[in-house]
């Protein structure tokens, strides 16, 4: 059968300002959730989890990539989040949900939104068992997955899969969205490893190019990865707040395996986002439904391990691949980063750039001052 595995995440209010929300908010929408897999019939299974301040439906359904009614339940669950959110008063009620009422497919409304369709064979000679992550973070924008995804498909030193399995040596195709494009979607495809400096010239950029997709090349039909690469102020025109990017990656058999696809995440990688989303921090691998409480506003993501069974139903666990102790030593080194390089300041890289800064404040004190220079003989 076609299965269609869809994440939708937004921020619609949290407590004390940008730290998590409600569980209040949280009941209404699982509530909402269990309704659509049981009575209504919309969805075959579902989970509702949040990662700092963001909610997050990862859900499973047959009506494929960009169903209107299933993203028109998403965009009712955030409504309904956001309800609740005003009648607490908690902080950013609504944020993410930049249009009034989306027809149709919510991507490019505000919300982060990542899917996949695959077939769901038990017979299948690669796939028997379908596995996958699930990661959501916070506090940065699309290009934060630029890493971790090329270390992982791209540099047998991060990942022996692609020297040892012969159906990875095959290679993949990525996708790079332009996310400075507004009108339309502008997007290349490339084939690694021929064309590996080519994605690495890109991705050096994550301000402006993200991954969206990789496939798989052993079977071209097989997309291995989707990722929420859209940039909010590119729909707002004004700063909302950091992009927040979910991604979902399907492992084992043919694809790479979940520790070769975490493994990257060790760095602590710089990425954009932060404190009012204006400065450059190493994001700090944390487990599912981890508030922010801490100094700076910490870039985070989560990742779920989770199984399916043959009609398309998630095993009665999923595993928290950040939650162990194995992940404690590198939290403990992703802060020390943090207290180090914040000791800048707002001086040089350790804040965003300019192109980033764009939508913020601080324009209007550049324009400002640019009033006040003179030209001297």
């Not at 064979?121 to 996958?132: G, H, N, T």
């Not at 996708?175 to 507004?182: G, L, S, Y």
């Not at 990257?264 to 990425?271: D, K, N, Q, Y």
């Not at 069974?309 to 943090?338: H, I, N, S, Y």
Request: proline content about 7%; charged content about 20%.
């Amino acid at each position: 059968m076609r299965v269609t595995l869809s994440v939708i995440k937004a921020d619609v209010g949290s407590i004390g300002g940008h730290t998590r929300p409600s569980e209040r908010m949280l009941h209404a929408v699982r509530e909402m959730l269990q309704s659509a897999c049981s009575a209504k019939g919309l969805l075959i299974d579902g989970l509702v989890t949040f990662t700092g301040d963001d909610i997050a439906l990862i859900m499973s359904h047959t009506h494929g990539v960009g169903a209107p009614a299933v993203h028109r339940f998403a965009w009712e669950c955030f409504l309904a989040a956001t309800e609740v959110a005003r009648q607490q008063g908690l902080y950013g009620a609504g944020q993410d949900l930049l249009v009034d009422a989306p027809s149709g497919n919510i991507r490019g409304a505000g919300p982060a939104v990542a899917e996949i369709e695959f077939e769901r064979d038990p017979q299948s000679q690669d796939r028997p068992a379908e596995a996958f992550l699930i990661f959501a973070a916070d506090k940065c924008s699309p290009g934060a997955y630029n890493y971790p995804l090329y270390a992982a498909f791209c540099d047998p030193m991060h990942n022996g899969g692609l020297l040892l399995n012969p159906k990875m040596h095959r290679g993949f195709t990525f996708t790079i969205i332009d996310m400075d494009a507004k009108d339309r979607d502008r997007i290349i495809r490339l084939d690694v490893p021929e064309r590996i400096w080519d994605v690495a010239t890109l991705l050096q950029n994550p301000d402006r190019f993200a991954v969206e997709a990789i496939h798989s090349r052993y079977k071209p039909d097989e997309q291995i990865v989707a990722v929420s690469a859209t940039r909010l102020h590119n729909i707002a025109g004004r700063y909302t707040g950091k992009d927040d990017p979910v991604a979902i990656v399907r492992t084992q058999g043919i694809f790479p395996a979940p520790e070769e696809i975490v493994e990257p995440f060790l760095l602590g990688h710089f990425v954009a986002g932060d404190a009012r989303g204006s400065h450059v921090m190493p994001i700090m691998p944390v487990p599912i439904n981890t508030p922010v409480t801490g100094p700076f506003c910490l870039p985070i993501v989560s990742c779920l391990a989770f199984s399916m069974d043959a009609e398309g139903r998630f095993a009665e666990e999923c595993v928290d691949m950040f939650g162990g102790p194995v992940w404690d030593q590198t939290r403990l080194k992703v802060q020390a980063k943090a207290d180090e390089w914040r000791r800048q300041g707002f001086i040089g890289p350790t804040m965003a750039s300019h192109t980033e800064l764009a939508y913020t404040g601080i324009v209007e004190t550049l324009q400002a001052l640019e009033r006040e220079f003179i030209t001297r003989e």
